[in-house]
C-alpha cells in the first residue's frame, strides 16, 4: 500500500537556526497537506500542494512539492521557540489522507 | 465555534471489554475521518464517513472494530473484546466537503482525541 515517510525523524535546533523536513511517497499523489501538531495537541492544517512543482510561503514557512508530485519538503527559516512540534506531511492518492512518520522539531532558546 | 469534539478525553479499560468513543463533528461537516496514533508516529487511518455513508473503512485493523453514523452527524467507533494493542489515542477529524474531485484538497479539522488504554 502506499506509504508516506519523512525525514529526518527528530530535529534539534538552536533559535534562529534553519530547519527542513523532507516528505516521499511511494506512490504519485494528487495532492499534499502538512500539519503541525504541538506536544500534547492535535494536529493543525498548514498548508494544501496541488501542483507539481508548486512552492507556496507562510512567512517563515516554505513548502514546496516535487515535480513527480512523490515529494514535498517544509523549510523554516530562522527558527522560533513557538516552532517547536512535529510535523506532518498528508499525501492523497486518492480519497483518504496518509500521513507521513512526523518530524519532531526542538527548538533551544 | 466549536470544533471537533471527542468523548470521552481518556478511557481506562479491562482487557476483553468494549468501548465506544465518541465523535462530534464541525456542524455542517460532510466527512468524517477516525484515525489511530501511536506515541510519535502519524495518524493513521482508520475509515470514514460522507454524511451516514461509510465511504472506506479499509484501515480497520480487524472485525473487532466498527464505525457508524446514523445520523450524517455523530460518529461512535467501537471496539469489541478489547486488546492490550488496542491501547492509542484515537483521533476524529472532519472536512467541509468530501475528499473527491474539485474538494480533494479539503484540510481535515482533527480533536482532542480519546487516549485508550487496555489494562
Known amino acids: 500500500g502506499q506509504q508516506v515517510m519523512q525525514i529526518p525523524q527528530y530535529q534539534h535546533v538552536q533559535e534562529g537556526e534553519d530547519f527542513t523536513t523532507y516528505c516521499n511517497s511511494s506512490?504519485?499523489?494528487?495532492?499534499i497537506q502538512w500539519y503541525k501538531q504541538r506536544p500534547g495537541g492535535h494536529p493543525v492544517f498548514l498548508i494544501q500542494l496541488v501542483k507539481s512543482g508548486e512552492v507556496k510561503k507562510q512567512k517563515r514557512l516554505t513548502f514546496q512539492f516535487g515535480e513527480a508530485k512523490k515529494n514535498s519538503s517544509l523549510h523554516i527559516t530562522a527558527t522560533q521557540t513557538t516552532d517547536v512540534g512535529t510535523y506532518f506531511c498528508a499525501g492523497r492518492g486518492t480519497d483518504k489522507l496518509i500521513f507521513g512518520t512526523g518530524t519532531r522539531l526542538q527548538v533551544f532558546p | 465555534g466549536a470544533g471537533v469534539s471527542q468523548s470521552p478525553r481518556y478511557k481506562v479499560t479491562k482487557r476483553g471489554q468494549d468501548v465506544a468513543l465518541r465523535c462530534d463533528p464541525i456542524s455542517g461537516h460532510v466527512s468524517l475521518y477516525w484515525y489511530r496514533q501511536a506515541l510519535g508516529q502519524g495518524p493513521e487511518f482508520l475509515t470514514y464517513f460522507n454524511y451516514e455513508a461509510q465511504q472506506d473503512k479499509s484501515g480497520l485493523p480487524n472485525d473487532r472494530f466498527s464505525a457508524e453514523r446514523p445520523e450524517g452527524s455523530i460518529s461512535t467507533l467501537t471496539i469489541q473484546r478489547t486488546e492490550q494493542r488496542d491501547s492509542a489515542m484515537y483521533r476524529c477529524a472532519s472536512s467541509l466537503n468530501p475528499p473527491t474531485g474539485s474538494y480533494s484538497n479539503q484540510p481535515q479539522h482533527f480533536g482532542d482525541g480519546t487516549r485508550l488504554s487496555i489494562l
Open positions: 506512490t504519485t499523489l494528487s495532492n
